[in-house]
Nanobody, 127 residues
């Protein structure tokens, strides 16, 4: 089992940058696929980015591709999401998630495959 705690959210102007962090506690962090999802008010939770257990492969939603970078540090049990050129439509609660059951990258964007979730961190982008 793993516990996840996000940090780094806040209020930023459009065009600005933020770096979200997710600290994991528990065992075998390096065996988990890690991902970021987000949920805006009145909308469903949506996939943002994912990274393989080794960190060799990354995947992004089209909405953030080219503006965001997901990375992980298995020695520090942490995963990060660097976001730049932020837009008001990026405003949402961002969640960190972990999965040990995903076998194919084609499933990385499916929230139902993630067993562990953090509490979320609010990102607000003002225009």
């Amino acid at each position: 089992q793993v516990q996840l705690v996000e940090s780094g959210g806040g209020l930023v102007q459009a065009g600005g940058s933020l770096r979200l962090s997710c600290a994991a506690s528990g065992r075998a962090f390096s065996t988990y696929v890690m991902a970021w999802f987000r949920q805006a008010p009145g909308k469903e939770r949506e996939f943002v980015a994912a990274i393989s257990w080794s960190g060799d492969s990354t995947y992004y939603a089209d909405s953030v591709k080219g503006r965001s970078t997901i990375s992980r540090d298995n020695a520090e049990n942490s995963v990060y999401l660097q976001m730049s050129s932020l837009k008001p439509e990026d405003t949402a609660v961002y969640y960190c998630a972990a999965s040990r059951i995903i076998a194919s990258p084609t499933l990385y964007s499916g929230s139902r495959y993630y067993s562990y979730w953090g509490q979320g961190t609010q990102v607000t982008v003002s225009s």
